[in-house]
């Protein structure tokens, strides 16, 4: 069967026929938003333009690590976060979190970066909702 014989109906991955996921992809070129919908690849566009090196979200909420900054937003728009360059970031319940190339683990607390201790070679973030203890991480008195 070719792609001509399925119909209209069956190529369509939106609407009432699926609900689509979005998911967003750190690249070289920027922070691109892609819509799944089953096994379907739908809408691809770029959100924000310049490398990207992570990203991490949690309810609407984005977090991108770039070599400039750390930028927050929704995908519609993105606020810098005066961090300066990450290489990594992370969402672990309210916390909002980003390490640097020099290991450094901090969380954003209101308009300020707080330093939480350091890792060497950072890369990213395992994912556990406290980050209370990141492995291998000095941690600041």
């Known amino acids: 069967m070719s792609q001509d014989d399925i119909s209209l109906d069956e190529k369509r991955i939106y609407g009432e026929a699926r609900d689509a996921t979005v998911a967003y992809v750190a690249s070289g070129l920027g922070l691109a ?12 566009g770029l959100v924000h333009q310049g490398t990207v090196r992570d990203v991490a979200g949690a309810d609407g909420q984005l977090l991108v690590a770039t070599p400039e900054d750390v930028l927050v937003g929704t995908g519609e728009g993105f606020t810098g976060t005066a961090f300066g360059p990450a290489v990594a970031v992370g969402v672990g319940g309210d916390r909002l979190l980003a390490a640097d ?13 707080e330093t939480l ?3 060497d070679d950072p890369r990213r973030f395992d994912g556990d909702e406290d980050f209370d203890v990141v492995e291998g991480m000095s941690v600041d008195e």
């Open 101 to 113: 190339a020099d290991g450094r683990v901090a969380h954003l607390a209101g308009d300020r970066w």
């Open 33 to 44: 938003r892609v819509a799944i919908a089953g096994d379907q690849v739908g809408r691809v």
């Open 117 to 119: 201790g350091t890792v």
